[in-house]
């Protein structure tokens, strides 16, 4: 089973990210702009027991914006259905440090389907709700092959109902090396998901969560 080795940085001056971005010589690796609609439902029994034990059952949606486009009829959607769970750190086979790490660890089962209404029902017909939804624009970049120490680094821009935020997905050494470069400390790393930044946020302005989505649509 893969490993989803990543962290949140916050960006507060996303004009700063862009020029870093471009002094690494980052480049787009998705959708013809790189800008792509995400569309999350997570699902899960109504006594909650995927939470109770921090896994994670979502059917995402992939939209790729497109811009003077002349093509016609349905967008290029892409859909995923993702389960993960945490991390035994104790276990050698993993290679995983064994004291708890600073980055978020877990496993994750991903693969593309057809339809994800159908799943939907199916797993509606199993017990199982969609109980949140949340949606963001991501862009996705990688560092040039000369810039040896980023393979398999993904930094990934996320426009999201409550901020902008990046993630950086890889291995440990390039996820502190692309940080720093970056402009971020060690103490800036987020391991939390959108979820639970959420609904910290509601607790914040005392507000009942709902489902974390834009007011109107971009």
Known sequence: MAHEIEIK???KDLSAFRRALKRLGARLISGRTGRVHEWNVLFDTPQKELAGRRELLRIRTETPE???SRRTGPKAERVLLTFKRPIHWEQAETGVPRHPPRHKIREEIE????DARALAKIFEGLGLCGWFRYEKFRTTFRLPAAQGWAKGLLIELDETPIGTFIELEGPPKAIDRAAKEL?????DYIVRNYLSLYLAGCRRRREEPGDMVFQKRR
Do not use: E, M
């Open 9 to 11: 940085l916050h960006v």
């Open 111 to 114: 693969l593309q389907i057809a």
């Open 183 to 187: 402009g971020f400390a060690k103490q």
């Open 66 to 68: 497109r811009s003077n």
